[in-house]
């Protein structure tokens, strides 16, 4: 009876790995290229992103009077300001449909142009993790993927697990035995130690494109503090300046630091401040919004950790999780080393699988032989 479990896992693992297997190393590589993504586009487009010196001469007001004149006719739906986790002022303007990006140096107010992040490296990177360059088809392939890796790992540490007192002596790289010997110990090696990572990262990944799809299915509700119904109201009136959200934002929070402003282009839509408020932000994008009417900059609102419920930090830390933006730069080149190891794993094992059959065959031949 244990045989045949161990059969059909061991079928059902290879089943896996043989059809998703492809699929897993492509999206697991690009991970790791986009945990680095933000490092590696400034490393390509230093035009874009270097500041002549780290002098912060121009403040929001002027930088957002550079960019209307600079492009006249055009509306400013987002501005990211000079921060810890940015060097310049980023803005993106809209005009009807058409939409830029542009540049702002803050040390001296010069523009540094229009950056396309669609056509970037970085972006093809990201559609190809995320969406497999085929769109909303795509991401639901990619759950599908996350879940045969969930398979893999789940079978494969079964196969493995020896028993807790020759646990540590299986996880010896035989080097000097024989080729099957010497993949079977590196299989193992870099299954069983990168194990918790690519389980966390393939049941987070699973979550982004199926979550809403298994809470309705299930018809499970979770409580969520993010304030989804505030409007403005139409005075009448023009809207305010940033310059005014910048002042408000530094009263209510004076040992925070701002990091990007979202504008409205709707007449009901309200203005979004993004910062951090000197407190841990494992997103490493911001742990607090801020909400004010676009006509009279009343505050309407904050989602913050202290307003968060436990779903809203379970939606926090799945994208901290699969992201690993939790822990600092350390944390985020372990990340980049996991992200590799499926191809590490599906080398080992297709060369297993290869040599068993080689020899399989090999066997058969000597049996026709004998016969």
Known sequence: MKSSIRRFILM???VC?????LFIMTVCATGSVLVFGDEIEHGLNPQYFKPASTDRNVGIKEAEKIFLEQYKGYQIS???VPSKISTIYHANLLKGHKEIEAYLD?????????????ASFVSFFKELHTHLLLDEIGETIIGFVAIALIIILITGIYLWYPGIKRMFKSLKIKWNKSQMARNYSLHNFIGVITLPFLLVVAVTGMLFPFQEKIEESLKL???SNYPENL??????KKQIGI???????????PDGELYKIRIPSE???????QLNDGTYDPKGKGNTIEFFDQFTGKHLGTFSKSTETVYDKFLVWRHSLHRGTFGGVFIKIVYALVGIAPLGLGITGITMWTLKRRNKTKKQKQLQQIA
């Open 12 to 14: 059902l693992h290879l």
């Open 17 to 21: 790995s043989l059809i998703f297997g």
């Open 78 to 80: 987002r501005i990211d």
């Open 106 to 118: 803050p040390s001296n107010g010069k523009l540094l142009g229009n950056f396309d992040r669609d």
């Open 221 to 223: 509700e979770f409580a």
């Open 231 to 236: 409007k403005s109201i139409d005075n009448g």
């Open 243 to 253: 310059e005014q959200i910048d002042a408000e934002i530094k009263r209510l929070h």
């Open 267 to 273: 007449k009901e839509g309200v203005i979004e401040a």
